[in-house]
């Protein structure tokens, strides 16, 4: 069964109800394992079931939001305690203490924004707070901007689901091409601030090099 289907999701959502979508969310939220799990198309299907009577709106959002919080939670935990053990080669490509300190620095320059952003890209909303862990981002700071960007996901992609089925007929056909959408519109600022820093830096560079 292709999981990213319309039709597949349709019946996933039916079959495992809210309990099932909750579990979805959390491991797609802060799980290792979670990354593959579609979150987006998920969410956008169940506000259009729920348009459809199959589910009810409210509830659907607190239960996904719910589980949004508590798996990002998780995976700054996971992140924080297992961290420290993983990044403990001086010499490694990817888990070397070298890197555990690049993460702590950027997420005490970075980390607010990243959580709330991270949060409508793909893969990466998965790791992000795993992420924050490792680099032992003040929780405190973290549960907020957790907070705002799991309030800011859940609710855009259900209601969005939720009006455009009671709105338009046979919805359900155009799932994929709109979520597509959804994720290049949301993870455009990101794409274009990285650009923007890219771009800052070499000429940072060029001018070094003249002088």
């Given at each position: 069964?292709?999981?990213?289907?319309s039709?597949s999701?349709?019946?996933?959502?039916?079959?495992?109800?809210?309990?099932?979508i909750?579990?979805?969310?959390?491991?797609?939220?802060?799980?290792?394992?979670?990354?593959f799990?579609?979150?987006?198309?998920?969410?956008?299907?169940?506000?259009?079931?729920?348009?459809q009577?199959?589910?009810?709106?409210?509830?659907?959002?607190?239960?996904v939001?719910?589980?949004?919080?508590?798996?990002?939670?998780f995976?700054?935990?996971?992140g924080?305690?297992?961290?420290?053990?993983?990044f403990?080669?001086?010499?490694?490509?990817?888990?070397?203490?070298?890197?555990?300190?690049?993460a702590?620095?950027?997420?005490?320059?970075?980390?607010?924004?990243t959580?709330?952003?991270?949060?409508?890209?793909?893969?990466?909303?998965?790791?992000?707070?795993?992420?924050?862990?490792?680099?032992?981002?003040?929780?405190?700071?973290?549960?907020?901007?957790?907070?705002?960007?799991?309030?800011?996901?859940?609710?855009?992609?259900?209601?969005?689901?939720?009006y455009?089925?009671?709105?338009?007929?046979?919805?359900?056909?155009?799932?994929?091409?709109?979520?597509?959408?959804?994720?290049?519109?949301?993870?455009?600022?990101?794409?274009?601030?990285?650009?923007?820093?890219?771009?800052?830096?070499?000429?940072?560079?060029k001018v070094?090099?003249i002088?």
């Amino acid at each position: 069964m292709d999981l990213f289907s319309s039709e597949s999701l349709i019946l996933l959502i039916k079959a495992v109800g809210y309990l099932g979508i909750f579990g979805i969310v959390f491991a797609e939220s802060g799980l290792l394992i979670g990354f593959f799990l579609p979150g987006d198309s998920l969410l956008f299907t169940a506000g259009l079931l729920a348009s459809q009577g199959y589910l009810n709106i409210c509830y659907l959002m607190i239960i996904v939001f719910l589980g949004s919080i508590l798996g990002d939670s998780f995976g700054y935990y996971f992140g924080k305690k297992l961290g420290p053990r993983i990044f403990i080669k001086e010499k490694s490509i990817f888990f070397s203490r070298d890197n555990l300190e690049k993460a702590k620095d950027f997420y005490k320059k970075h980390g607010a924004k990243t959580i709330v952003l991270a949060r409508f890209m793909p893969f990466i909303r998965t790791f992000a707070p795993i992420l924050a862990g490792v680099g032992k981002m003040n929780y405190g700071i973290f549960i907020i901007y957790n907070i705002i960007g799991g309030l800011l996901w859940t609710t855009s992609l259900c209601l969005l689901g939720f009006y455009l089925g009671s709105l338009i007929p046979d919805i359900d056909i155009f799932i994929l091409p709109i979520i597509l959408a959804i994720i290049v519109v949301s993870a455009s600022p990101s794409i274009i601030y990285l650009i923007k820093s890219k771009l800052k830096k070499v000429k940072t560079n060029k001018v070094i090099k003249i002088f």
